[in-house]
């Protein structure tokens, strides 16, 4: 089977491509979208023997309106058939609001409605609204719909008036090859600063009634100018997966306030370092991580603080916790996630066959 899977090199979706594209028994060509990947990105693909086409074409988030993404999405289909696919897979559904030469399976990691609906509870700003339009128009063109989470599929499918509710298919991630390094006595969060559904400010004020340090790494100003400034957290700027595992080898308390999340990556490679997980009482987070976490209200500052301090302040719990997120991660692997896209791809193979 040849897929044509569609990434891009800013956020996440490069390492899921990344890691499902080598988990596959399928020849995969990568054709990415946005900015060029760097060096290290590079390099990452070709030991993997991975095909990166740059294709020059925007990200849909980053258009001032629909014609580029249109056109996009007929460029993508048109590679589609001069590779040869058997499958497209589109990470970025709103490419999907054109005709495909072949079955088009449209995987929704995150968008605008969504996060529009469960941050702000009201309709998207008439600006923006061509956006969820196109993505809306993708998942019912769509061969075959994916999310990460039952909880997000759910969500997507009310929002976009669905037939069907997509697939759940939970991402799977590589372990990182974490250093020797001392514990750290405190708390850590990882993600988008910027981002108000990440609650950084519930995290900001959580960290002024800690007693011990409360680290927080990633990005405070977003590409579009938004930005944060905490005032308690100790905000280190984004850092290189180098020195994500060097703090995550030291086992802290690792936090998410979010008050919305499709997956969570940071979570899972938190878990896999065996770090104890204190999160938001949100549906996500309930699917993959009930039973082996704290669940704190998303916007209780004093109720995550009180965790926090109650699991530094018993080094048997601490342990005792990060083991059984460590058992839970096992759970999420490449393999796992690609046994499940294979059956979705096949499925969208035969669909198309009977339909012919």
């Not at 490679?269 to 204190?278: D, M, N």
């Not at 048997?316 to 692997?333: E, I, P, V």
Request: hydrophobic share 50%; glycine share 8%.
């Amino acid at each position: 089977m040849r897929v044509l899977m569609t990434t891009d090199a800013v956020g996440g979706v490069w390492q899921y491509s990344l890691e499902l594209a080598a988990a596959l028994e399928a020849e995969v060509v990568l054709a990415v979208l946005g900015p060029v990947p760097d060096a290290g990105q590079r390099a990452a693909a070709e030991a993997l023997g991975l095909r990166l086409i740059q294709t020059g074409l925007p990200l849909d988030w980053l258009c001032d309106g629909p014609e580029p993404v249109l056109a996009a999405g007929a460029r993508i289909a048109s590679l589609a058939r001069e590779i040869g696919a058997d499958v497209a897979h589109l990470n970025a559904p709103a490419l999907g609001a054109v005709p495909f030469p072949v079955p088009m399976v449209a995987v929704n990691h995150g968008c605008l409605g969504t996060w529009w609906d469960a941050a702000r509870g009201d309709a998207v700003d008439k600006a923006l609204a061509w956006l969820p339009e196109l993505i809306g128009e993708g998942l019912h063109t769509a061969t075959r719909t994916v999310t990460p989470t039952k909880a997000y599929a759910l969500a997507t499918a009310r929002l976009y008036g669905l037939p069907v509710t997509p697939a759940a298919v939970h991402n799977g991630r590589t372990a990182m090859q974490l250093p020797a390094a001392e514990p750290f006595h405190g708390a850590l969060t990882v993600g988008r600063l910027w981002d108000e559904v990440k609650n950084t400010a519930t995290l900001d004020a959580a960290a002024a009634r800690l007693n011990a340090p409360f680290v927080a790494i990633g990005a405070t100003r977003a590409p579009q100018g938004a930005e944060v400034a905490p005032r308690h957290l100790q905000a280190t700027g984004p850092l290189p997966e180098g020195g994500l595992a060097e703090w995550l080898a030291r086992r802290p308390v690792f936090v998410s306030a979010a008050r919305f999340e499709p997956f969570g990556l940071a979570v899972l490679e938190a878990a896999q370092a065996g770090c104890p997980l204190v999160l938001s009482d949100i549906p996500t987070f309930r699917e993959l991580w009930d039973g082996v976490a704290d669940f704190v209200a998303p916007d209780d500052a004093e109720g995550f603080a009180d965790t926090i301090d109650a699991l530094l302040a018993d080094p048997a719990r601490h342990a005792a916790q990060g083991q059984a997120a460590r058992q839970r991660a096992a759970r999420y692997t490449p393999a796992a996630m690609a046994a499940a896209m294979s059956a979705i791809y096949r499925d969208a193979l035969s669909r198309r066959t009977e339909a012919a």
